[in-house]
């Protein structure tokens, strides 16, 4: 129980990181000058487009486990005290 | 009091910066001023569905560059027989120009179909007679942007500077006096406000993008990072 409340929390807050950074990467590409401007040349727009792309995946595993793990993790539990 | 960080305190995060992300598109428009009219360009030709020449993303490294006419020369330097320094109506009125529909693919994910006009490359490298070392042409902007292409490209293919863009001349913001259509490479070769093209033996040799990361061949049908 204390796993599967642990794993879902998890995923909510990598899913939740993954967004964020999704957003501040995308910016950085498309408003380069400001974004460079503001984290001190830290994040260049290749670097921002790099992890843009490398997210992609990420985020789409972690969006259908976010969606799809709670109604999973539900149904085996049913049918696990179905069994006893 | 030391308040703990909710899931409704970083969604509401995400929503502001959505949110500022939404308003920031909009900041610029204002009821009262009057607008200019842009000029009259096509949007159709020979059957093909042009794109508006508003329709490109500024992005370019120090913003439009507004450039004198009057003062401007375009030079051709480095390995030639003759360098050359040319006015604007030298470049346009003194060499055959060339018509093509040619799409911008830009690495950020957009991309627009124009109607180029302008000269060859190549007539201008003819008249600077090149010298058999040379192996790269490297492009300098006015805003301080260079690029590179091959010069077996620029000699093999009808890669135009172009002066006009749907039968309208280049606004400022759009390259003027020149843009490079760089056909069948990443949106940053192509690049605008020319000055200079230098003819150089460094095929290593690597522009504003390329040096930060991007593909110096930016082939089109390649990944923009890598080689």
């Known amino acids: 129980m204390v796993n599967q409340r642990l794993m879902k929390r998890t995923i909510h807050w990598l899913l939740t990181a993954v967004v964020i950074i999704y957003l501040i990467t995308g910016f950085g590409i498309t408003e380069y000058r400001i974004v460079e401007r503001l984290t001190f040349g830290l994040l260049t727009k290749s670097l921002a487009h790099q992890i843009h792309i490398g997210l992609v995946i990420p985020f789409i595993i972690l969006l259908i486990l976010h969606i799809f793990l709670p109604p999973l993790l539900k149904y085996f539990k049913s049918k696990k005290l179905g069994n006893k | 009091m030391r308040k703990a960080i909710t899931s409704r305190g970083v969604l509401l995060f995400v929503l502001a ?44 490294i120090g913003g439009p560059q507004e450039i004198d006419v009057e003062s401007y020369t375009l030079r051709i330097t480095g390995l030639v027989a003759n360098s050359k320094n040319y006015t604007y109506d030298e470049v346009v009125n003194k060499h055959q120009h060339y018509k093509k529909v040619v799409t911008l693919d830009c690495v950020e994910g957009w991309s627009v179909t124009i109607l180029w ?60 006096p020149f843009q490079l259509v760089a056909e069948s490479k990443w949106g940053y070769k192509w690049i605008k406000w020319v000055t200079e093209i230098e003819l150089s033996d460094d095929a290593n040799y690597r522009g504003y993008w390329e040096s930060r990361g991007y593909s110096n061949s930016a082939d089109l049908d390649k990944s923009f990072f890598g080689d």
């Open chain 2, 17 to 60: 910066l959505m949110l500022v992300a939404i308003l920031s598109y909009g900041v610029d428009m204002d009821v009262d001023e009057a607008e200019e009219l842009g000029p009259v360009e096509i949007r159709e030709y020979e059957g093909v569905d042009l794109s508006s020449i508003n329709a490109f993303r500024e992005n370019s």
């Open chain 2, 117 to 176: 006009e302008g000269l060859l490359v190549r007539d201008l490298l003819a008249e600077a007679e090149p010298l058999a070392n040379a192996e790269v042409l490297i492009f300098h902007a006015y805003d301080g942007y260079t690029t590179s292409l091959p010069i077996d490209y620029v000699m093999d293919n009808d890669i135009l500077m172009a002066y006009k863009m749907n039968d309208v001349t280049l606004p400022p913001e759009r390259g003027f």
